[in-house]
């Protein structure tokens, strides 16, 4: 099992920037891969980033390409999202994820094994 905590998130004007924080435990050197996963109000949980853990290769989300960077802390089992010109379409709460299995693709959240409890972020216009 790993479990996960997601801190960092808030309120935030459009243009702004925030940093969201995922601290992780339990077994943690099985984990192949995490993720970044947002659900707004009324709309399905859609992948915004992905990262593998030992060697760090990333994607994201092309609605948030060039904005956002997804980025981990081995040593201390953190993972982390830097979001940058925010806009309101942003505004959802945001879930970390990870993942065993190297087989699965990992832009679906079908493709990730634990979950976060998610934490807020609002942008206001």
């Known amino acids: 099992q790993v479990q996960l905590v997601e801190f960092g998130g808030g309120l935030v004007q459009a243009g702004g920037s925030l940093r969201l924080s995922c601290a992780a435990s339990?077994?943690?050197?099985?984990?192949?891969?995490m993720g970044w996963f947002r659900q707004a109000p009324g709309k399905e949980r859609e992948f915004v980033a992905r990262i593998t853990w030992s060697g760090g290769t990333t994607s994201y989300a092309g609605s948030v390409k060039d904005r956002f960077t997804i980025s981990r802390d081995n040593a201390r089992n953190m993972l982390y999202l830097q979001m940058n010109n925010l806009k309101p379409e942003d505004t959802a709460v945001y879930y970390c994820a990870a993942a065993y299995s190297p087989t699965r693709v990992g832009v679906t959240a079908r493709d990730y094994d634990f979950w976060g409890q998610g934490t807020q972020v609002t942008v206001s216009s």
């Open positions: 339990g077994r943690t050197g099985s984990v192949y891969r």
